[in-house]
């Protein structure tokens, strides 16, 4: 089963609207603190309507503490500094799907890490520098779900 981890997100209706993506998906949300607000936020709340009793919610202390707690089969990094288009990658049933805060992206001691993979999101820099965080998930998520025919919530 594929897992959403935002590593420290600062916005909370941006993670909000990630736990409502994850409620609907059946995935796995995993959040690596610090958090830029409190679990309590009503802006947090508020993005994630009702749906906030669906979403499998963990919360860790650091990176380090989820990958001992979780031991996840492979952690796939998003970030604008990637090389390879997420349409390229081959997605694992297993993955870790990691997304870094809105302000600064992932730390390059991860993004260097030999360890993880790093795919893009293609878009125009020219224009835009990056994606809303939410929509950046909506995008990484379906398409690994789409790879692996991954529908357990086939309600559509």
């Not at 789409?146 to 919530?153: E, G, I, K, N, S």
């Amino acid at each position: 089963m594929c897992r959403v981890v935002l590593y420290q997100p600062e916005i909370p209706q941006n993670t909000g609207n990630v736990a409502r993506t994850c409620a609907a998906t059946h995935t796995p949300l995993h959040l690596i603190e610090p958090l830029g607000f409190q679990l309590t936020d009503r802006y947090l709340r508020r993005a994630g309507l009702d749906y906030w009793p669906y979403v499998e919610l963990h919360v860790h202390r650091t990176f380090s503490v989820f990958l001992e707690e979780i031991r996840p089969g492979r952690c796939v990094l998003f970030s604008t500094r990637g090389t390879v288009n997420y349409w390229d990658f081959s997605f694992r049933p297993d993955d870790c799907l990691v997304f870094g805060p809105e302000t600064r992206g992932l730390p390059l001691e991860l993004l260097e890490d030999e360890r993880y993979p790093v795919v893009k999101i293609p878009l125009d820099k020219s224009r835009v520098r990056s994606l809303n965080l939410s929509t950046s998930v909506g995008i990484g998520l379906y398409e690994a779900l789409r790879q692996l025919r991954l529908a357990p919530f086939d309600g559509c």
